[in-house]
């Protein structure tokens, strides 16, 4: 597709359930990135993909979520035994991996509710 | 990572010329400084990046002095439609994974 694509774009879920969260990436960014946002709120760095290895979890807020990528391109983030803590907007973005690039691209979000 | 520090909130009208100014003086060597916009329920979006100097888009510009410990955002003749967050961050290709987001700058544009 021409942009990063998330889905679902919402999901509301009882608190204990898993959840998983898609996203697919622009064709070819080999830099993937999963970012949460609460309301009114900056950016949250969950983790960083480059190609189908995670360098960097060190965001990830707990041994309920974890993250996976394959073929270099989807990835997926699981939420297990969600709390309402986790209720938040995840975001998704890939970037080309070059070294003047620091650009980029973002989905529209998955919006979380745990109720 | 460099911290940013940038102005909470902004107002101005249709027409003006709104300059955001965010202040990092712990910028690194090889940092770039990038500016993104973010509309409500929306996935931030790029706006541009510079190292020094001068860049000019079509949709802005940003003005980066020598010490680069500051930088300038300048949106010319906003529109209504310009109102949004803008974030302005500091790193580089191999940590921009990690950027520090703030809270940004809410700019609000009133006709």
């Known amino acids: 597709g021409a942009g990063v694509s998330q889905s679902p774009s919402n999901k509301v879920t009882e608190k204990g359930k898993d959840v998983e969260l898609r996203c697919d990436p622009i064709?070819?960014?080999?830099?993937l990135y999963w970012y949460r946002q609460s309301l009114g709120q900056g950016l949250e760095f969950l983790i960083y993909?480059?190609?189908?290895?995670?360098?960097?979890k060190s965001g990830l807020p707990s041994d309920r979520f974890s993250a996976e990528r394959t073929g270099g391109s989807v990835s997926t983030l699981t939420i297990q035994r969600t709390q309402q803590e986790d209720s938040a907007v995840y975001l998704c973005?890939?970037?080309?991996?070059?070294?003047?690039?620091?650009?980029?691209?973002f989905g529209q979000g998955t919006r979380l509710t745990v109720v | 990572l460099a911290k940013t520090t940038q102005p909470i909130s902004m107002d101005s009208y249709e027409g003006q010329e709104v300059n955001i100014t965010c202040s990092h003086n712990?910028?690194?060597?090889?940092?770039?400084i990038t500016w993104y916009q973010q509309f409500p329920s929306q996935g931030p979006r790029f706006i541009i990046q510079?190292?020094?100097?001068?860049v000019t888009n079509e949709v802005a510009s940003l003005f980066i002095p020598a010490d680069r410990k500051s930088s300038t955002l300048s949106l010319p003749r906003v529109s209504l439609s310009d109102t949004a967050v803008y974030y302005c961050?500091?790193?580089?290709?191999?940590?921009?994974?990690?950027?520090?987001w703030g809270l940004g700058t809410s700019l609000a544009v009133n006709p």
């Open positions: 961050l500091a790193g580089n290709a191999g940590n921009n994974r990690k950027l520090i």
């Open positions: 712990n910028i690194a060597t090889n940092d770039y």
């Open positions: 510079g190292y020094k100097t001068k």
């Open positions: 064709s070819g960014h080999t830099a």
């Open positions: 993909f480059q190609g189908n290895s995670a360098p960097d």
């Open positions: 973005a890939s970037s080309l991996l070059t070294p003047m690039n620091t650009e980029a691209f």
